[in-house]
């Protein structure tokens, strides 16, 4: 992760975030271990707890509390309780900055621990979904403090959401399954850059790929793309392979259920785990089993088998490692410098959910090409002046 290294040496030297105590809800993972240790080298006195119960790599929380001296609240397979104990754990640390991946911290400071609101400076927010939590919550004129939205800078979502998810959600599956994906039916439920990201590697890899958009103008733009777009009910019928990444609830639910093929696959790479409607899926289910590990086969009363994978959790992190370290590296240089961002000008921002400054979304891109070994050109004075004028035309 070379840009977030350059970031950890300055932080090593300048420490912006000396005497400051920051609480991440992250998936721990060996990206996040490295973007604790920027932070802990910035002066920060870090806890870390999961913001997913399967996505904890145990080896990698132990390792960083055993040799960097972290602090971590988080186990893989924890339950709701833990989860939840983890999170109050890391909030007992009264943090001033807030660190999330889905909003989770936010919604407890928002709820059960409102004692904690005076002390705190501002968050960053990691995913899609949480954003839409905290703009709910910025809409409803609640959100007790500002906010940086990691996601919406472009040196994030269109790397990460695309790149990454695209990338890790194939991988989940195959690993889980262990299927050829060319000449399979695969449909993409959802088309922001998480469902671009996947449908463009399905492609690749040779399936026949059909998207599913509520959206009319990302529909249209699956169909230029390429894709076959049905709606959810018609993809039901055909699709051998179904993913979900709408960020959204019940992408899948029992009137898709009723009618999946014998052996039809079911994943989800969204947030949260209600993308699958599990409980619709239980109340056709006359048996089910762990045919491999990930993979949960449904018999249906009809005597279909409909496999879950993941328990339709992040299929990415909890059957594979999540995105890898040369995308995490632009989204968790944006998170360390946001934190740096937020530690410096959070007194003076509102209680709004801010994007990342412009200047910083562009030096992480100007970061990330020069470890990449990319030059590219700067435009003559010539031709700035020109892209520059209204007046000079034919
Ligand atoms: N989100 C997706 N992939 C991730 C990773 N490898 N580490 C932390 N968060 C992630």
């Not at 949480?130 to 609640?142: P, Q, S, Y």
């Not at 946001?338 to 007194?347: C, I, L, Q, R, Y």
Request: a negative charge; one cysteine or more.
């Amino acid at each position: 992760m070379p840009v977030l290294a350059q970031i950890r040496e300055r932080f090593e030297r300048e420490k912006p975030l000396e005497g400051i105590t920051l609480g991440a809800c992250l998936h721990v993972t060996t990206e996040t271990a490295n973007l604790v240790r920027t932070l802990m080298a910035g002066g920060a006195n870090v806890g870390l707890c999961a913001s997913n119960p399967l996505s904890t790599q145990d080896e990698t929380a132990a390792a960083l509390v055993d040799r960097y001296g972290g602090q971590v609240f988080a186990i893989h397979g924890e339950d709701n309780d833990t989860y939840y104990s983890h999170i109050d754990s890391v909030c007992d640390m009264r943090p001033q900055i807030t660190m999330d991946d889905g909003a989770d911290v936010i919604s407890v400071l928002h709820t059960r621990r409102t004692d904690l609101i005076p002390g705190i400076i501002g968050g960053t927010e990691e995913t899609t979904t949480g954003v839409i939590r905290l703009k709910a919550l910025e809409a409803e004129g609640k959100l007790a403090f500002p906010i940086v939205a990691v996601n919406e800078a472009d040196t994030k979502h269109l790397f990460d959401n695309r790149y990454g998810t695209g990338q890790s959600t194939l991988d989940g599956i195959v690993r889980a399954t262990n299927i050829l994906l060319a000449g399979r039916k695969v449909v993409v439920m959802g088309y922001g850059w998480c469902g671009r990201g996947v449908a463009v590697r399905a492609k690749g890899a040779g399936a026949h790929v059909i998207v599913c958009e509520i959206d009319p103008l990302r529909a249209l733009e699956a169909v230029m793309d390429g894709y076959e777009v049905l709606t959810g009910l018609e993809a039901a019928r055909e699709g051998d392979v179904f993913i979900s990444v709408t960020g959204g609830r019940d992408a899948m639910a029992s009137q898709h259920f009723e009618v999946m093929k014998d052996g039809a696959i079911i994943a989800n790479s969204g947030h949260f785990d209600v993308e699958i409607n599990k409980n619709d899926l239980d109340a056709i289910t006359k048996a089910k089993r762990e045919v491999r590990p990930n993979v949960e086969e449904h018999l249906t009363e009809d005597g279909r088998r409909i496999n879950l994978l993941a328990d339709g959790r992040l299929v990415n992190l909890a059957a594979a490692e999540g995105h890898p370290a040369a995308v995490m590296d632009m989204s968790f240089a944006n998170q360390a410098l946001s934190a740096e961002h937020m530690v410096k000008n959070g007194a003076s921002l509102e209680k709004k959910v801010y994007t990342v400054p412009e200047e910083i979304d562009k030096e992480i891109a100007r970061l990330k090409l020069e470890s990449l070994g990319v030059e590219i050109d700067v435009l003559t004075d010539l031709q700035d002046t020109y892209l520059h004028s209204w007046d000079q035309g034919t």
